[in-house]
């Protein structure tokens, strides 16, 4: 279940409206003619805006999880996977191998049966970064991912219930409202990526 993740429980469920954005740097200016000069930084994260529905007995659970790590602490959320991609991924594989460089965006996959679709999530072992397919993968064979790899890879990835680590941006907490001092709807938050 997509959502917010304490002791391995989920606390809360995200719920409608929800964006799911790739945050990669570009900055851009124009000269004095007019040509347009554009520069992109390699570092990527994912950032989560979602309203969020509580599932513990009490709502405050999820009150508690949002006051006390705020925005230093670690919270683990399952990766809403695109309706789509999960729709078409029919790999039987349980652990498919990867191999690639640092800064590449094509791997090789060794031990994959079946397809994972592009547009899937997957996350590599020992590593916190979430990556995204481009392209369909279907067997072994060429991996194409984005962003580019951190850091090398010579390991399994997981491509199904994705837990990525995240920090709450306290700025964008919105909508909190409270009746008769019970806490009647989290509004919306924000989770970033941490890397």
């Not at 690639?100 to 996959?109: C, E, Q, R, S």
Request: proline letters at 4%.
């Amino acid at each position: 279940m997509y959502g917010i993740y304490e002791d391995g429980n989920v606390i809360a469920q995200f719920v409608a409206p929800m964006t799911v954005r790739s945050n990669n740097p570009v900055f851009v200016s124009d000269t004095l003619s007019l040509s347009r000069k554009v520069a992109k930084r390699t570092a990527q994260r994912w950032e989560l805006e979602t309203a969020v529905e509580p599932l513990s007995t009490s709502s405050n659970d999820l009150f508690v999880n949002l006051v006390v790590n705020g925005n230093s602490d670690t919270v683990f959320v399952m990766m809403p996977q695109n309706i789509g991609a999960a729709h078409n991924t029919t790999s039987t594989a349980p652990a498919p191998m990867a191999v690639g460089y640092k800064g590449a965006t094509t791997l090789t996959v060794l031990k994959n049966y079946g397809t994972i679709a592009k547009g899937q999530f997957i996350k590599f072992t020992g590593s916190k970064k979430v990556y995204m397919l481009t392209a369909d993968l279907v067997n072994s064979g060429t991996m194409h991912i984005y962003p580019a790899l951190r850091g090398d890879v010579d390991t399994t990835f997981e491509f199904k219930d994705i837990i990525m680590e995240c920090l709450y941006d306290l700025d964008v907490v919105r909508g909190m409202s409270f009746s008769d001092g019970i806490l009647m709807n989290m509004g919306t938050i924000k989770l970033v990526e941490r890397l």
